[in-house]
């Protein structure tokens, strides 16, 4: 069964179908139980939600539900011959601080971390989906300001979800395994080389910055901008369901091909902790 919702953004409304599990009340992870098994764990992370509505498109579409809608149906896809155990961070329109997305990746003992956002510039001309992995230091201005706007979303949190501090973001950057270091980057590789066959793409379209949502040092971890919603040609085809389609099929194989050259997956735990 599936429900039709109406996202208004600025009086216009776009429609998105999702399917009615996703309006049901945000599961309980930190008390949920699950069965030892030997897929890989994928944690799928839809951006922003709830009292953050992330960007608003030149049309007045909400980034959260573009994100959101887009996640499940990789969800649905990933799922379709029982390879991946898919978990999202939300699966309805509920805030969740920054900390605790990476906090639900790694209770689930999730292989990979993927976080799925279309974000806006200032340049409403730039158009094209992009990849970030976590790095000390951005690749360049514009995914410093991208970093920058996203790390900003804990702003809508209680005080005890606040940023990380500047210093201490360093440190964990400099601590991140290289072992997920390069996870992380093969995944990016992965992501540009699928959805490169099939949408247009930033110039250099693998970058990096200090994500706060990419931090787990244990998880390798990207965060993908679907396109930008300051650009009018991606917005609108984000807005539209066979677009976001062929999004998801594109980091389905991006995400089968990475788990197809052999990482380990992580042991999930038998109890959720909390």
Do not use: C, W
């Not at 996202?7 to 030892?36: C, D, K, N, Y």
């Not at 300001?145 to 949190?157: S, V």
């Not at 976001?244 to 990482?263: C, E, H, K, N, W």
């Amino acid at each position: 069964m599936f429900t039709r919702r109406m996202l208004f953004g600025h009086g216009v409304a776009a429609s998105f179908l999702l399917p009615a599990a996703t309006l049901r009340a945000e599961p309980a992870l930190a008390r949920q139980t699950l069965r030892p098994q030997t897929a890989p764990v994928v944690m799928l992370d839809p951006g922003h939600g709830g009292k953050d509505p992330g960007a608003i498109g030149v049309s007045g579409t909400y980034e959260k539900h573009v994100a959101l809608a887009t996640a499940v149906e990789l969800k649905r896809q990933l799922e379709a011959d029982g390879r991946y155990r898919v978990e999202l961070t939300r699966t309805r329109d509920v805030f969740i601080p920054l900390e605790e997305r990476v906090a639900m990746a790694q209770r689930h003992g999730a292989a990979l971390f993927v976080s799925m956002h279309a974000d806006a510039l200032h340049d409403h001309a730039v158009r094209g989906a992009s990849v970030y992995t976590l790095a000390e230091r951005a690749s360049d201005a514009q995914t410093a300001a991208l970093a920058q706007r996203e790390n900003a979303a804990d702003r809508f949190a209680g005080p005890e979800f606040h940023g990380t501090p500047p210093d201490v973001a360093r440190i964990l950057a400099s601590l991140v395994r290289q072992e997920t270091r390069t996870g992380s980057a093969r995944m990016a590789h992965s992501v540009v080389g699928e959805m490169g066959r099939d949408m247009p793409l930033l110039s250099n379209p693998a970058r990096h910055a200090g994500f706060v949502v990419l931090k787990a040092a244990d998880i390798p971890s990207v965060l993908v901008e679907m396109g930008f919603m300051s650009n009018r040609q991606d917005e609108a085809a984000l807005r539209q369901a066979p677009h976001r389609t062929l999004v998801a099929s594109a980091m389905r194989r991006a995400i089968d091909a990475y788990f197809a050259q052999g990482p380990a997956p992580r042991p999930a735990p038998t109890r959720m902790a909390g």
